[in-house]
Nanobody, 124 residues
């Protein structure tokens, strides 16, 4: 079992960058596929990016592809989300999530463990 905790959110101008971090407690972090989701006010939660347990596979939503990079450091029990060229429509609460089992990275129902979220606000 892991408990993700996000950090790194904040206020940034359009075109700027942020790096989110998610540190997960537990000794078996390397067994978990990790992902980032986001939820904007009045909208459903949506998938952003995912990385496999060993880091060898990644998957991105079309809306962020080319602007966002997900990575992980299993020795530090941490997954990162580097976001560049941010747009006002990226404003949302960003959640880190963990799952075991098969890859199938995008459906949020596949993830058993969730963090509390970190707010990202992009001003125009």
């Amino acid at each position: 079992q892991v408990q993700p905790v996000e950090s790194g959110g904040g206020l940034v101008q359009a075109g700027g960058s942020l790096r989110l971090s998610c540190t997960a407690s537990g000794r078996t972090f390397s067994n978990y596929h990790m992902a980032w989701f986001r939820q904007a006010p009045g909208k459903e939660r949506e998938f952003v990016a995912a990385i496999s347990s060993g880091g060898g596979r990644t998957y991105y939503a079309d809306s962020v592809k080319g602007r966002v990079t997900i990575s992980r450091d299993n020795a530090q029990n941490t997954v990162y989300l580097q976001m560049n060229s941010l747009k006002p429509e990226d404003t949302a609460v960003y959640y880190c999530a963990a799952k075991t089992g098969g890859w199938n990275p995008s459906p949020d129902k596949n993830y058993a463990y969730w963090g509390q979220g970190t707010q990202v606000t992009v001003s125009s």
